[in-house]
């Protein structure tokens, strides 16, 4: 987290739990979690949420038995066996609202057993135990790279759903942008209490957004894009429940080897991945990464699958870049 006017203090790899092989059986008292994504039934998607069961399995430590289920959108694929023999369940979900394809996520916001939800998209990787951000009552989520709000716009959209406008600010990961706590949604922890608050919030927040979008002439692309997430950042400051900001480990977004300097990047080890499709799809293998803590564990996971030339994955390194990054 980097707070307005305080500053980040990065973990060394030190202070973070040692990256776990296989599954520890979790101590007195310790957190149960329920860890739930939602994706399409195309090829990509499959693999990535097949990396997210997997890497959960071989390195999620005292969390590696946790529960697993996969939310498939509108269709299950042909052959799920591959989840099966990991111990995953298989849902098939509707589609939430054709005009916001990421609303998706809403769909795995539906009562759990365990103490908590880990709520993440498909092409999520688990790094290392997680357990240690498994904790207290307030709904988490790591503030997005950058905020797409044009200026005055989140106070005009406070204004319109009733919220006072909030006075606290974080900055944005990557471009260090002062703002609400707009979060990137890729990576949610919530407590059993307000999972359902959350869901009913934020899908009001949600489709008021849509409904009124073409009311709005500042409401561009950007906007449109990130409709999940504006409404996440309302209903995150609705009252309805805590929030809480999540630390770069959990929700390291590998799209980028460029963070600012003060973030410590490059000595910091992640605990949960979010790939953004930095992934060579037809072997499943994650792509190489400039900070040395991504790359161990890129290195790990990439070693649970068949091996494959390294100037392969070097090459679709480089189409990536050259497309944006995947965008």
Not at 5 to 28: I, K
Not at 233 to 246: D, E, I, K, M, Q
Not at 268 to 275: T, V
Request: proline share 9%.
């Amino acid at each position: 987290m980097r707070e307005s006017g305080g500053g980040d203090v990065p973990l060394g790899v030190g202070q973070l739990p040692a990256p776990a092989a296989t599954a520890e059986p979790p101590g007195a008292g310790a957190p149960r979690v329920t860890v739930r994504t939602v994706a399409e039934a195309d090829r990509d998607s499959v693999v990535e949420a097949l990396a997210l069961v997997r890497s959960l399995r071989a390195f999620g430590g005292s969390q590696a038995e946790a529960p697993c289920e996969v939310h498939f959108v509108e269709a299950v694929p042909d052959d799920v066996s591959a989840f099966e023999q990991l111990g995953a369940a298989i849902r098939r979900v509707d589609r939430l609202d054709p005009r916001c394809p990421h609303a998706n996520k809403l769909q795995m916001l539906y009562p759990v057993e365990t103490d908590y939800l880990l709520a993440v998209d498909c092409d999520v990787v688990v790094a290392a135990d997680f357990s240690p951000q498994l904790r207290g009552e307030a709904v988490a989520s790591a503030v997005d790279w950058g905020d797409w709000m044009v200026p005055g716009g989140w106070a005009k959209l406070f204004d319109a759903a009733a919220i006072p406008l909030p006075s606290q600010r974080v900055l944005s990961t990557r471009l260090g942008q002062e703002t609400v706590h707009y979060p990137n949604t890729g990576v949610m922890v919530v407590p059993r209490q307000h999972v359902e608050p959350l869901r009913g919030e934020w899908e009001t927040r949600l489709r008021d957004l849509l409904d009124r979008a073409d009311e709005r002439d500042w409401w561009g692309e950007k906007q449109r894009y990130f409709t999940d997430q504006i409404s996440c950042a309302l209903a995150n400051h609705s009252g309805r429940f805590p929030t809480r900001v999540l630390p770069l480990e959990m929700n390291w977004l590998l799209k980028f080897d460029d963070l600012p300097p003060e973030l410590g990047a490059p000595h910091r080890r992640p605990l949960l991945m979010h790939s953004i499709h930095r992934m060579d799809f037809a072997s499943g293998h994650l792509l190489p990464h400039a900070y040395p803590g991504c790359q161990e564990a890129i290195g790990r996971y990439n070693a649970l699958l068949e091996p494959v030339p390294r100037e392969r994955l070097e090459q679709a390194l480089r189409e990536f870049e050259a497309n944006d990054r995947g965008w």
